[in-house]
């Protein structure tokens, strides 16, 4: 017994270092990012150029930014409630701001989920149920971005023509990628028993040129993943009908998203080009970063609203239009899901103390709730 109560205290002792890690290395991030971005500019100019902004639009921004977040609360909802656990809007718009959070804070979004999962289970969401969940709006997504972009490359193959070799490669790189992780997926649904002969031939390899040091243990999680795929298909296959509205949310939620850079655009008086012009730009300058293992894909995505964006913005103004877009869809929404975080982590740990000071209370009352 004294052995678990260690290793509990050690693995929490490395979630904190973990979550310590990740903030330094993307409050560094973010100091170098602007670091070299501002260190040739007039600040003051800045400054004045961004007072000029019509702030309705700017307001208009924000709450694209608050409609997408809501967006996921809104289908992890809608699946908890197919998969018969009953949960209000507000606890889910929880877990939507604690996962665009950790999802902002490490690389490669990889925190956002297991946070996700760990609060449902405090609010005694079984893991399986959660992850399941997760898991069906992570492949929508996925696979609605590809189609957004593939839809912005058709609408205006000029876009693509326009961008830098780099930006170019980024978008074959992510794709690829992507086509790859929704393959495994849909295949770990359809066929799993191909794709675990397929992944246990990669594990074999990298642990014979001795890439991979604990293949059992990767194996174990490769095993447990298609599993849960395998509950997705069947969970697919019986609510064809909430997969739909699942994926028009989730339509909307990008589209809100991709639209921020429109709304700054009208903020500064003009009119030149359509809201589909910005939102298939921002899709393809979304698929570029998404795959890139950076925090919020920090310095990625504002080198990428520079290049892209100056056939949209002026000089003069292209730098502050930058400012703004990602302080609106990033920065903003960052300190904000990081308040609600915090909140959410103070209340839960309340709860525990007070479960743990009156537990024949606390027994009791679950008692009666059955």
């Known amino acids: 017994m004294e052995l678990n109560n260690t290793e509990y205290k050690n693995d929490g002792k490395d979630k904190k270092n973990n979550f310590g890690g990740s903030i330094i290395f993307l409050v560094l991030l973010i100091t170098l990012t602007f670091y070299f971005l501002l260190k040739d500019q007039d600040i003051s100019t800045l400054i004045k150029t961004v007072k000029k902004v019509n702030l309705i639009y700017i307001i208009t921004g924000l709450i694209a930014v608050f409609t997408f977040i809501n967006c996921e609360g809104m289908n992890i909802k809608i699946l908890l409630n197919t998969l018969n656990k009953k949960t ?3 606890r889910c718009l929880k877990y939507a701001f604690i996962g ?3 999802s902002s804070i490490t690389p490669s979004a990889s925190g956002g989920q297991p946070m996700q999962v760990y609060y449902m289970k405090k609010d005694d969401i079984n893991v399986s149920l959660s992850s399941l969940t997760l898991l069906i ?3 929508i997504y996925q696979i ?7 839809t912005a490359f058709l609408i205006n193959p000029d876009f693509i023509e326009s961008c830098s070799s780099s930006i170019s490669i980024l978008i074959i790189y992510s794709i690829g990628i992507n086509i790859v992780l929704i393959s495994f997926i849909l295949g770990a ?8 002969k397929i992944a246990l031939w990669v594990i074999s390899l990298l642990n014979k040129i001795k890439i991979l040091k604990n293949s059992e243990k990767v194996t174990a999680i490769i095993k447990q993943q298609i599993e849960e795929y395998k509950n997705g298909a069947n969970h697919i296959k019986k609510n064809p009908k909430i997969i739909a509205k ?7 939620q990008l589209t809100a998203m991709y639209s921020v850079p429109y709304f700054i655009y009208k903020a500064y008086g003009l009119n030149t080009y359509s809201a589909v012009d910005f939102i298939c730009l921002q899709s393809i300058l979304s698929i570029a970063v ?6 919020g894909a920090v310095g990625a995505l504002e080198g990428g609203f520079m290049v892209l964006f100056k056939m949209f913005f002026s000089q003069e103004i292209l730098m502050s239009a930058m400012l703004l877009s990602r302080g609106i869809s990033y920065y903003a929404f960052l300190v904000i899901s990081g308040i ?6 103070i209340i839960s740990k309340k709860k525990e103390t007070k479960a743990v000071k009156y537990p024949i209370k606390s027994y009791s009352s679950h008692i009666e709730k059955s």
Do not use: E, Q, R
């Open 290 to 295: 998404c795959s890139l293992p950076l925090p």
């Open 189 to 196: 649904i359809f066929s799993d028993k191909i794709v675990l």
């Open 88 to 90: 209000n809007y507000l």
């Open 340 to 345: 609600v975080s915090l909140g959410a982590h």
């Open 137 to 139: 709006i992570v492949v």
């Open 246 to 252: 699942v994926v028009l949310v989730t339509i909307i």
């Open 100 to 102: 665009f959070f950790f």
């Open 144 to 150: 609605i971005m590809i189609c957004y972009g593939i």
